[in-house]
């Protein structure tokens, strides 16, 4: 099975990859979980839920279920066949924390 896009981390100006950081500092089965979860989106794009959601403004996000029962998202843009993981946390609320996705759109916009 092929790849249907690829993923890569945005960098900031700096160099630095946030979402790599947050992803680094989680316990290993949170990131085993939340690699698969990209892994599927990967491969099987377009995706739809549970897996991927469509966030409003060309944004999406990663659903992902992990130990003790709390919720990540990874929210990331295509662009050129790339999945570009924007911003990653872990959710609070059952909404999507609007400073979250405002966070998201500043990097999209540095990346244009």
Known sequence: MNKKINVVFYKTPAGNEPVR???ISLEQEDKKTIGADIKT???GWP???PISK???NNLYEVRSNISSK???RVIFIIMDNYMILLN???KKTQKTPINE???A????KEIK
């Open 70 to 72: 709390r919720i990540a």
């Open 21 to 23: 950081e947050w992803l």
């Open 88 to 90: 990653g946390f872990i």
């Open 41 to 43: 989106v990967e491969y």
């Open 54 to 56: 469509p966030l409003g």
């Open 101 to 103: 996705i405002n966070l």
């Open 105 to 108: 759109l500043k990097r999209v």
């Open 47 to 49: 995706i739809g839920m």
